[in-house]
């Protein structure tokens, strides 16, 4: 079956990176997410990437993929205390007639 | 409308009670989901709507979830006889074409008590 695993806290310092870690199981997986939740809101999509992709840059957001593993990351450069929120990973399967499968979700704490 | 739109953004209600949810999502957007998510939990998936398709439910937690889409726009989520454990933010999201993500509403928060 469908699964994503997230570790639940990440706690970084302002300025430094953040990397947050998502696992899935299925190898079908064509699309993975990364969503973002502040608090009282919905999710925000931030990014996403292709299967057939390893990695993928947009600004202070860096996406890594290991398809061998079913392993995907998400680092934040420069962390700031506006990225404080929870940050989901989904994934999507091949024919998108399925909806995303989402983690559990990591809390970002930013310290000053 | 420019984003998804859902409402009422918080809902008490009191055990046993019916309640209504409801969501306004992008026009243009053919898909439509529900999640519910709970402390703790993550999302959970509820419901699907693409199109003029019949809708996929395989994630309603029971009977007492009913969800219709008219017109292929505005849809509601009903849950009858509410119950304790069904307190949770019931999140609405609409999507044009799946590769591109999900918008998502900022969620209606339901307190039963």
């Known amino acids: 079956g469908e699964d ?4 639940l ?12 870690n998502c696992t899935y199981t299925d190898s079908s997986s064509t699309y993975l997410y990364w969503y973002k939740q502040e608090p009282g809101a919905g999710l925000q999509l931030l990014t996403y ?17 290991n398809k061998k593993d079913k392993h995907l990351s998400l680092r934040i450069a420069d962390t700031q205390t506006g990225d404080s929120a929870i940050y989901f990973c989904a994934e999507s399967m091949n024919s998108g007639n399925t909806p995303l499968v989402f983690g559990k979700g990591t809390r970002l704490s930013v310290i000053a | 409308g420019a984003g998804v739109s859902q ?17 306004d999502p992008i026009s243009g957007h053919t898909a439509l989901y529900w999640y519910r998510q709970s402390l703790g939990q993550g999302l ?15 994630g309603l937690p029971s009977d007492r979830f009913s969800a219709e889409r008219t017109g ?6 009903t849950i009858q006889r509410t119950q304790q454990e069904d307190s949770a933010v019931y999140l609405c999201a609409s999507s044009e074409d799946w590769t591109d993500g999900y918008t998502f509403g900022s969620g209606t928060r339901l307190t039963v008590v």
């Open chain 2, 44 to 58: 959970e998936f509820l419901i699907y709507f693409q199109g003029n398709s019949a809708p996929d439910k395989s």
């Open chain 1, 4 to 7: 994503v695993e997230q570790s």
């Open chain 2, 72 to 77: 292929g726009s505005v849809s509601t989520l």
């Open chain 1, 9 to 20: 806290f990440l706690s970084v310092r302002e300025g430094d990176s953040s990397v947050i």
């Open chain 1, 49 to 65: 990437i292709f299967s057939n992709m390893d990695m993928k840059q947009d600004q202070r957001l860096t996406v890594l993929l």
């Open chain 2, 7 to 23: 409402s009422p953004s918080n809902k008490v209600t009191e055990k046993g009670k019916d309640v209504e949810l409801r969501c």
